[in-house]
C-alpha cells in the first residue's frame, strides 16, 4: 500500500500511555491520513511488549519513518530499535508527564 510519491509510516502505539483518558490515537491518525498520499501501518504495543517482535515488524515492512505514540518508556523502545539504522524517529507525545517531550521544546529556543 505504498502510493506514488508517498512514504510509508509505522505507528508503534502505546494505548496504556497517558494516564485515565484514553486518546483512540490510532483511529485519530488513520482519519488524519485519510486523504493522505503517504501509507501508514500501526503495531499496538502489547501489555507485555517484545522489543523483539517490534523490531521483526520494522525490519519487515522497512518504513520510512517510525512515529513512537506513547511515553518517554514508547519513545526509548523505539529508539533503541531504530539505533544503527537509517530510519527516522517521529515522536507524537501520549504518556502522562511526556518529559522528553517538554524538555525538546523548551530546547527550541
Given at each position: 500500500m505504498h502510493?506514488?510519491?508517498?512514504?510509508k509510516?509505522?505507528?508503534?502505539?502505546?494505548?496504556?500511555?497517558?494516564?485515565k483518558e484514553?486518546n483512540?490515537?490510532?483511529?485519530t491518525?488513520?482519519?488524519?491520513?485519510?486523504?493522505s498520499?503517504?501509507?501508514?501501518?500501526f503495531y499496538?504495543?502489547?501489555?507485555?511488549h517484545d522489543?523483539?517482535?517490534?523490531?521483526?515488524?520494522v525490519?519487515?515492512l522497512?518504513?520510512?519513518?517510525?512515529?513512537a505514540?506513547?511515553?518517554?518508556?514508547?519513545?526509548?523502545?523505539v529508539?533503541?530499535i531504530?539505533q544503527?539504522?537509517?530510519?527516522?524517529?517521529?515522536?507524537?507525545?501520549a504518556?502522562?508527564?511526556?518529559?522528553?517531550a517538554k524538555e525538546?521544546?523548551s530546547?527550541?529556543?
Amino acid at each position: 500500500m505504498h502510493n506514488n510519491g508517498g512514504l510509508k509510516l509505522l505507528f508503534v502505539i502505546n494505548p496504556v500511555s497517558g494516564g485515565k483518558e484514553k486518546n483512540d490515537w490510532e483511529a485519530t491518525i488513520r482519519k488524519s491520513f485519510s486523504d493522505s498520499i503517504h501509507s501508514i501501518e500501526f503495531y499496538i504495543i502489547q501489555k507485555n511488549h517484545d522489543k523483539t517482535s517490534i523490531q521483526h515488524y520494522v525490519e519487515t515492512l522497512k518504513p520510512d519513518r517510525v512515529i513512537a505514540v506513547g511515553g518517554d518508556g514508547t519513545v526509548k523502545l523505539v529508539a533503541e530499535i531504530l539505533q544503527g539504522t537509517q530510519t527516522i524517529l517521529g515522536i507524537l507525545p501520549a504518556g502522562s508527564a511526556n518529559g522528553m517531550a517538554k524538555e525538546l521544546d523548551s530546547r527550541r529556543n
